[in-house]
């Protein structure tokens, strides 16, 4: 057994050699291995990825494959993936785009608009798609066909239910009288609450939360409701976007909150809770529609993402924290394997690139220029 006056011992000297050794002993170890300046994980997995779809796969596929074993693809594509079939043609759109001589698997999703029936879900289930999405309709880029009332789709959560398939949760309310960066807390009361008791053995994914109110609810909520958090998230609050003049590459849906919510969502990621897992929501668009005056949602991380992750958990003296949250507790979530290579990460300064190419456009990445404190190497 670990006493809390070695837990405390081993946060002060921040070792993580002895973190992995404690680990080891609690019976809790993956291949996870760290010194202050290195760090070998579980190959990770990322639960919220934006792919888009044609030329632009080339840029974004190999820059998520080089991290990531698999990853959870969003269907907010125009038109939107809401057919089995579509799914199954977008997959292999996607595989096609995968370097060779690397594993990545893409783990489709569908898009739940008013229209779809449960026999979809039945099919989807049947073809290895691992979950649904809920836009709330009018909530973010692309969602102009989600749901304009969860009773619409009643039917389809039961198929879910029972199928045993994932709904995951962009949480925001559509409300234009609700402050915008009340919509996430307003969603947990008027939508998430009633639906999580109307459907309580459905597997629900709080997506990209933003908010203490929704890492409390999480935390709280019981064992069939998670929440993925991304690195910009752990990194930056709401200043970020405002620094100097506006940034539209800060901007994103949900928006960046104040300080006080930033702190809450460090804590619950570095907690070790297994409800809170990895999802980076990067979200490419045009750079020309980033900086624009209807500039779009989306903050492209996928370039750099565990690298940005390993950051912030470092920044909170958390490293030993990182595989859990990156590497296992997703998958158990979605019942899905622990994936078995390794990702090395090494304490080791590198500069962003100005841009990426992007189809005919270019792509702006979030820390374009800037130098990161940390490189995967292996
Ligand atoms: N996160 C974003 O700001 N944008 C996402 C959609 C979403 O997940 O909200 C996108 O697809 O661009």
Request: proline share 5%.
């Amino acid at each position: 057994m670990v006493d809390a006056a070695e837990l405390l011992w081993l946060s002060v000297i921040d070792s993580m050699d002895a973190a992995h050794a404690l680990r080891s002993a609690m019976g809790e170890s993956g291949p996870m291995q760290a010194s202050t300046d290195t760090l070998t994980l579980t190959r990770p997995d990322d639960w919220h990825l934006h792919l888009r779809d044609g030329e632009v796969l080339r840029t974004l596929v190999p820059h998520s494959a080089a991290q990531f074993a698999r990853a959870i693809v969003m269907p907010n594509l125009r038109p939107p993936v809401t057919t089995t079939a579509q799914a199954l043609a977008y997959r292999d759109r996607i595989l096609a785009a995968v370097p060779a001589g690397v594993a990545f698997e893409p783990l489709m999703t569908l898009y739940l608009t008013d229209q779809i029936a449960p026999e979809e879900i039945r099919r989807a289930r049947a073809a290895g798609v691992v979950a649904a999405k809920l836009y709330p309709a009018g909530a973010t880029t692309n969602s102009d066909s989600g749901v304009t009332g969860l009773r619409t789709v009643y039917p389809v959560l039961e198929a879910m239910q029972r199928e045993g398939m994932r709904l995951l949760v962009h949480g925001e309310v559509t409300d234009q009288t609700v402050d915008l960066f009340d919509r996430e807390a307003a969603f947990i009361e008027q939508q998430l609450i009633p639906l999580r008791r109307d459907f309580p053995e459905l597997k629900i994914v709080m997506e990209h939360i933003t908010t203490r109110e929704a890492a409390q609810y999480v935390a709280g909520a019981g064992a069939h409701t998670a929440a993925t958090i991304t690195a910009h998230h752990l990194l930056y609050n709401r200043n970020a976007i405002f620094t100097g003049g506006i940034r539209p590459h800060y901007y994103c849906l949900p928006v960046l909150k104040r300080e006080t919510h930033r702190v809450a969502l460090v804590e619950a990621a570095t907690s070790g809770s297994n409800k809170f897992f990895l999802g980076t929501d990067s979200a490419p668009h045009a750079s020309q529609l980033k900086e624009h005056a209807m500039g779009c949602a989306g903050c492209y991380t996928g370039h750099a993402a565990l690298e940005m992750y390993a950051e912030a958990f470092d920044q909170a003296g958390a490293l030993d924290k990182l595989e859990g949250f990156a590497s296992f507790h997703g998958a158990d979530f979605y019942g899905l394997p622990r994936n078995q290579g390794t990702v090395t990460l090494k304490r080791e300064k590198w500069t962003v690139p100005d841009s990426y190419v992007y189809g005919e456009a270019n792509l702006k990445p979030l820390r374009a220029g800037e130098v990161l404190p940390w490189k995967v190497v292996a």
